[in-house]
Nanobody
Framework: QVQLVESGGGLVQPGGSLRLSCAAS????????KGWYRQAPGKQRELVAT???????NYAESVKGRFTISRDNAMNTVFLQMNSLKPEDTAVYYC?????????WGQGTQVTVSS
């Protein structure tokens, strides 16, 4: 069974930075895609960024140039470095893993950007 555990959320002022981490455990194959989605109150869950096992990345337009996704394959961990945070980045951030066409999700971590 695959489990994803996020950490690193919290409260930050506009313009600040946060780094999210997600550790995967269980039967993890190296061929997979990891990523982050987010869901703000009253809105649908949306893609933030993904990264393949080979390191190819994809970002939502709203976070390009501000967020950076990376992964440590040896540790089965994915990171999201978030800089220049804006109030509209406030949401629950969910870690995501796609492996053999099956999607796995973490429990989510709250990110609040407010002065």
């Amino acid at each position: 069974q695959v489990q994803l555990v996020e950490s690193g959320g919290g409260l930050v002022q506009p313009g600040g930075s946060l780094r999210l981490s997600c550790a995967a455990s269980g039967s993890i194959f190296s061929i997979n895609t990891k990523g982050w989605y987010r869901q703000a109150p009253g809105k649908q869950r949306e893609l933030v960024a993904t990264i393949t096992g080979g390191g190819s990345t994809n970002y939502a337009e709203s976070v390009k140039g501000r967020f950076t996704i990376s992964r440590d394959n040896a540790m089965n961990t994915v990171f999201l470095q978030m800089n220049s945070l804006k109030p509209e980045d406030t949401a629950v951030y969910y870690c995501y893993l796609r492996m053999w066409s099956v999607d796995y999700w973490g429990q989510g971590t709250q990110v609040t950007v407010s002065s």
